[in-house]
C-alpha cells in the first residue's frame, strides 16, 4: 500500500503533478491533498474521485502518514513542513529552492544523478538548471565539460499564474502587478532578486546547481537569466568548452538517444527548437549546435523544453515512479 500527499494541489505546478500521476498510471493506493488556508476546502477530481483540499497543518502531518510527499509551495513552506513529513517517515520531493544546495539533500534529474537519500529528503533542481544539464549530462560523459555560460529566455509560467496573468494584463493594456516591469512588448533581465554580486538569485541557482548535479564543484558556470513574453517553455542559449576538440557531428551523436533529449539540428532547413514545439511536452529540445571559433573546444547549444513539465513537475513525478519501482523490485 503505497500512501501519498501532494502539497501545493491547487497551484499550476501541482495541478500538473496531479495530471501527470494520472496519465503515466504511477502506482499508489491513497491520495490526500494540501494547500494553503486560503484555498483549503476546495474540490478537486482526480481519478473519477472528489478530493477536499486540506489546509496544511503541522497537526495535520503529524497525524498523518505517507510514503510519499510530493511539495510544490514556496520556500518558507517547504523549510517550515518538509522535516516534519520526514520525521514521520515519508520522502519528500521538494520542488522549491529551500533545500537544493544542502549538502545533505539530493539534487535530482533522473537523466543525470540518483537520489542517495542520505535523509528522505530530494530536492527538484530550477526549471532551467534541469533542462539545461540533461544536454550537459552526455557531453560531460563523453568529452568532458569545463566551462558553461547560460543565457536563459523564461517564459511566464515561470511565476505560475500570477505571470500569465501579467501577460494577458499587458496584452489587454493593463499595468502589470506580478513584474516591477511591463512583459508583454518586452523583456526583462532579471528574475528574482539581485545578489550583492550582480547576478540573480536565478542567476546563482544555475550556477551552483549545475555544479552540484554534475558533480563538479569546481566546474566555471555564469549566467544571465531573462524573462520573455513567451507563456510556456524556456529557453536556454548554451555556450559549452570541453575537455578536447570534437566535430558537431560527435556532439549530436552523443546527444541522440540520450533519455529525453530530442535533437531538431537541420540550420539548412531552418530546424530548430522554438517555445511552441516543446510546450506541453516532456522532452528537452536541442538544437542550433555550432563551433564556437572565438574559444579553444568550444560549442553553442540551443536547449528549449517546457518549464512547467521538465523544469518541475515532470521531473518531480519522474522521481517519485523511480523510488516507486525501486520498492516494487
Known amino acids: 500500500m503505497v500512501s501519498l500527499a501532494l502539497v501545493g494541489a491547487t497551484g499550476l505546478v501541482g495541478q500538473t503533478m496531479l495530471q501527470l500521476l494520472d496519465e503515466e498510471s504511477i502506482p499508489f493506493d491513497s491520495l490526500t491533498l494540501y494547500s494553503s488556508a486560503r484555498s483549503a476546502g476546495k474540490e478537486v477530481t482526480f481519478k473519477g474521485n472528489t478530493y477536499i483540499v486540506e489546509e496544511l497543518t503541522e497537526e495535520h502531518v503529524r497525524n498523518s502518514q505517507y510514503d510519499y510527499v510530493l511539495?510544490?509551495?514556496?520556500?518558507?513552506?517547504?523549510?517550515?513542513?518538509?522535516?516534519?513529513?520526514?520525521?514521520?517517515?515519508?520522502?519528500?520531493?521538494?520542488?522549491?529552492?529551500?533545500?537544493?544546495?544542502?549538502?545533505?539533500?539530493?539534487?535530482?534529474?533522473?537523466?543525470?544523478?540518483?537520489?542517495?537519500?542520505?535523509?528522505?529528503?530530494?530536492?527538484?533542481?530550477?526549471?532551467?538548471?534541469?533542462?539545461?544539464?540533461?544536454?550537459?549530462?552526455?557531453?560531460?560523459?563523453?568529452?568532458?565539460?569545463?566551462?558553461?555560460?547560460?543565457?536563459?529566455?523564461?517564459?511566464?509560467?515561470?511565476?505560475?499564474?500570477?505571470?500569465?496573468?501579467?501577460?494577458d494584463r499587458g496584452e489587454k493594456g493593463e499595468k502589470p502587478q506580478n513584474y516591477n516591469h511591463p512583459i508583454y512588448h518586452n523583456v526583462i533581465p532579471q528574475i528574482d532578486v539581485f545578489m550583492e554580486d550582480g547576478y540573480t538569485k536565478e542567476e546563482q541557482k544555475m550556477i551552483k546547481e549545475t555544479q552540484k548535479i554534475l558533480n563538479q564543484p569546481d566546474l566555471d558556470v555564469t549566467a544571465t537569466c531573462v524573462r520573455v513574453p513567451v507563456p510556456h517553455a524556456h529557453a536556454v542559449a548554451m555556450n559549452v568548452t570541453l575537455e578536447k576538440e570534437v566535430s558537431v557531428e560527435e556532439i549530436r551523436q552523443s546527444l541522440e538517444g540520450f533519455p529525453s533529449v530530442v535533437l531538431m539540428d537541420d540550420p539548412e532547413n531552418e530546424i530548430y527548437p522554438t517555445p511552441l514545439d516543446a510546450a506541453h511536452k516532456k522532452g528537452v529540445y536541442v538544437g542550433r549546435i555550432r563551433k564556437d571559433p572565438s574559444l579553444p573546444n568550444s560549442y553553442h547549444l540551443w536547449s528549449v523544453s517546457d518549464n512547467i513539465l521538465k523544469g518541475a513537475a515532470w521531473n518531480a513525478v519522474q522521481i517519485l515512479d523511480q523510488l516507486i519501482k525501486g520498492e516494487e523490485n
Open 71 to 167: 511539495m510544490s509551495a514556496g520556500g518558507g513552506t517547504s523549510l517550515e513542513y518538509a522535516p516534519i513529513f520526514e520525521e514521520t517517515g515519508a520522502v519528500i520531493i521538494d520542488n522549491s529552492s529551500a533545500w537544493r544546495m544542502d549538502d545533505s539533500v539530493d539534487l535530482v534529474v533522473p537523466e543525470v544523478n540518483r537520489a542517495s537519500l542520505k535523509r528522505k529528503l530530494i530536492a527538484n533542481p530550477n526549471c532551467s538548471t534541469i533542462q539545461s544539464v540533461v544536454p550537459l549530462k552526455p557531453l560531460a560523459d563523453n568529452f568532458g565539460v569545463t566551462r558553461v555560460a547560460y543565457t536563459t529566455y523564461q517564459s511566464v509560467s515561470g511565476s505560475g499564474w500570477k505571470g500569465i496573468e501579467d501577460l
